[in-house]
Nanobody
């Protein structure tokens, strides 16, 4: 069992930055693929970024070059640095854990946090 708790969301002006963090429980954190997803009102949950156990990363085209995912296995945390934020980045952001090697499919993630709201004003 893995428990995930996100933090770091808030209100920011367009062009600003936020850093989201996800604290996890469980001694096998380093073996999980960790992902960030987001869901805006009235829209489906969408993939944002993923990092696997050996630090390979992949980001959605919509955030590439602006968002960076990273992990600290010693602290059992995964982070999402978000720069040059746009109003269309407004959503609830979720971190999630998967046993699959490297997946962007939310259905393949076993554990989810409760989400943290990010609001970008224009």
């Amino acid at each position: 069992q893995v428990q995930l708790v996100e933090s770091g969301g808030g209100l920011v002006q367009a062009g600003g930055s936020l850093r989201l963090s996800c604290a996890t429980s469980g001694r096998t954190f380093s073996s999980y693929t960790m992902g960030w997803f987001r869901q805006a009102p009235g829209k489906e949950r969408e993939f944002v970024a993923v990092i696997n156990w050996n630090d390979n990363t992949y980001s959605a085209d919509s955030v590439k070059g602006r968002f960076t995912i990273s992990r600290d296995n010693a602290k059992r945390t995964v982070s999402l640095q978000m720069n040059s934020l746009k109003p269309e980045d407004t959503a609830v952001y979720y971190c999630a854990a998967s046993r699959n090697y490297y997946t962007t499919n939310p259905k393949e993630y076993l554990y989810w946090g409760q989400g943290t709201q990010v609001t970008v004003s224009s």
